[in-house]
């Protein structure tokens, strides 16, 4: 599966749009990129999950550009709660066995700030 | 809907000493995951179970074994544990969607927090 690779940190203050960049150059056809979103000592919770362009839910945004090397996950307007560690993950996808185990790496350490 | 549950939550062992972890999937879910989280770090793949049966392993040795039930929960054991087994325990359920050959989004518990003096 390809790497990821993103910020370890990153601050930002309550209202504020947050944008992490994840990269994964090495992304195959059968690859989606997956973000999770954990709390300390909780597991971690499913945000959002893409394949190419933009998709968006109830929580965040999530940006692939054509060539799907990298994608951001935007999260509107921030507040306290958000302050969490988030994985960029590359699933693949549809290779008849079944989602492979989940690769994490170490994340990005959100902290927003009053 | 309960969710993914795991337990117990908290677990002090002694180095040598055998654990066993409990996971029962979220409603409707047939495919159970188990990761180890060491503090500071990203979770780690230990295995996957479907159909009662070990589909895919991570990188961890045979002292870490596991088992599904009929009912789709799961166990978790540990043999001959080492100071360096101390982590949070996760388990995350999914659906296997057999019409489209992929499994749906990870729903991941609580956690075991195992610690080994």
């Known amino acids: 599966l390809a790497k990821t690779t993103q910020p370890i940190s990153m601050d930002s203050y309550e209202g504020q749009e947050v944008n992490i960049t994840c990269s994964h150059n090495?992304?195959?056809?059968?690859?989606?990129i997956t973000w999770y979103q954990q709390f300390p000592s909780q597991g971690p919770r499913f945000i959002i999950q893409?394949?190419?362009t933009k998709v968006t839910n109830e929580v965040a945004s999530l940006f692939i550009p054509a060539d799907r090397k990298s994608s951001t996950l935007s999260l509107p307007r921030v507040s306290l709660s958000d302050t969490a560690v988030y994985y960029c993950?590359?699933?693949?996808?549809?290779?008849?066995?079944?989602?492979?185990?989940?690769?994490f790496g170490k994340g990005t350490h959100l902290i927003i700030q009053p | 809907d309960a969710g993914v549950t795991q337990s117990p939550t908290h677990l002090i062992k002694t180095r040598g000493q055998q654990v066993t972890l409990r996971c029962s999937p979220k409603?409707?879910?047939?495919?159970v995951s188990w990761y180890q989280q060491a503090l500071g770090q990203g979770p780690q793949f230990i295995f996957q179970?479907?159909?009662?049966?070990?589909?895919q392993r991570g990188n961890f040795p045979d002292r870490f074994s596991g088992h599904q039930f009929p009912n789709y929960s799961s166990e978790l054991n540990v043999n001959a544990l080492l100071l360096g087994d101390s982590a949070l325990y996760l388990c995350?359920?999914?659906?296997?969607?057999?019409?489209?050959?992929?499994?749906?989004?990870?729903?991941f518990g609580q956690g075991t927090r195992l610690t080994v003096v």
């Open positions: 995350a359920s999914s659906l296997f969607r057999l019409d489209r050959r992929m499994n749906t989004e990870a729903f």
């Open positions: 090495n992304i195959a056809t059968n690859d989606y």
């Open positions: 893409g394949y190419k």
């Open positions: 993950l590359v699933e693949r996808r549809g290779s008849g066995g079944g989602a492979d185990g989940l690769t």
């Open positions: 409603s409707g879910h047939d495919t």
């Open positions: 179970y479907y159909e009662e049966e070990e589909r």
